[in-house]
């Protein structure tokens, strides 16, 4: 349940709307009961995913979707259970991100977990290592994420495996799609290669003197070049 702001001896959240021109902050709303982190939004729509977690724990035991705030008038569009199955279950999350797709895509239990919001429902799983993050195509449309030693390309609304490139390489593994999605960059210790993101045909291999991964986070790209 979300609130507007006003004094009470209740636990709650509170939600603040930042202004970096104005360098200003306003209260738009409060979470009553359990706690809500403010994990990811999408620029398009203003839907923001929320990890919901027990007061004074630091696991989730369920997501929501919080529309209107940018309009200082928010309200929980969607909320769901991580483990419709096992009744008290929760786990960390560690990988979150709400997409322009309707679609929350999500690390937890050793899963990486697509959610379609606008059902409330699971629509796709694969295995996943918590050091491996996915990359996320700009617009959202595709999911690049390690499977054992390749690398799998996902559709993000449907999670049908388009296809996938082997990648051979020791350690955690650092993915990143290029601005314009055509490319993907991987990197682990101190090698990089880039592969058109289509084909999966390698189109640079690089080998550094010093580590470039960052314990699986997503890799930076500065243009298309």
């Known amino acids: 349940q979300v609130r507007s702001p006003q004094r009470d001896d209740s636990p709650f959240t509170k939600i603040y709307m930042v202004d970096g021109k104005r360098r200003s902050s306003d209260m738009v709303g409060e979470f009553e009961e359990d706690a809500v982190w403010l994990a990811s939004a999408?620029?398009?729509s203003g839907d923001v995913l929320g990890i919901v977690m027990k007061r004074g724990e630091d696991k989730a035991s369920s997501l929501c979707i919080i529309?209107?705030?940018?309009?200082?008038?928010?309200q929980v569009r969607a909320h769901w259970r991580l483990f419709p199955d096992a009744a008290?279950?929760?786990d960390h999350v560690r990988f979150?991100?709400?997409?322009?797709?309707?679609?929350a895509v999500v690390m937890t239990d050793n899963q990486l977990r697509g959610f379609d919001y606008g059902t409330s429902e699971e629509i796709w799983s694969y295995p996943a290592k918590a050091f491996n993050e996915p990359?996320?195509?700009?617009?959202?449309?595709?999911?690049?994420?390690?499977?054992?030693n390749q690398c799998a390309i996902v559709e993000s609304k449907t999670g049908t495996q388009l296809g996938?490139?082997?990648?051979?390489?020791?350690?955690s593994v650092t993915?990143?799609?290029?601005?314009?999605?055509?490319?993907?960059a991987v990197c682990s210790g101190t090698q990089l290669r880039i592969f058109d993101a289509k084909t999966g045909q390698e189109q640079l291999f690089h080998e550094a003197n010093?580590?470039?991964?960052?314990?699986?986070?997503p890799i930076m790209w500065l243009d298309d070049q």
């Open 88 to 90: 008290g279950k929760s």
């Open 42 to 44: 999408d620029p398009v």
């Open 96 to 103: 979150r991100k709400v997409l322009g797709n309707q679609v």
């Open 67 to 74: 529309s209107g705030i940018a309009t200082k008038q928010p």
């Open 175 to 184: 993915l990143g799609f290029s601005p314009d999605g055509l490319r993907l």
């Open 164 to 171: 996938s490139i082997p990648v051979d390489m020791p350690g």
């Open 210 to 217: 010093v580590n470039l991964g960052s314990m699986g986070k």
């Open 135 to 148: 990359a996320i195509s700009p617009g959202g449309r595709y999911v690049a994420c390690m499977l054992d």
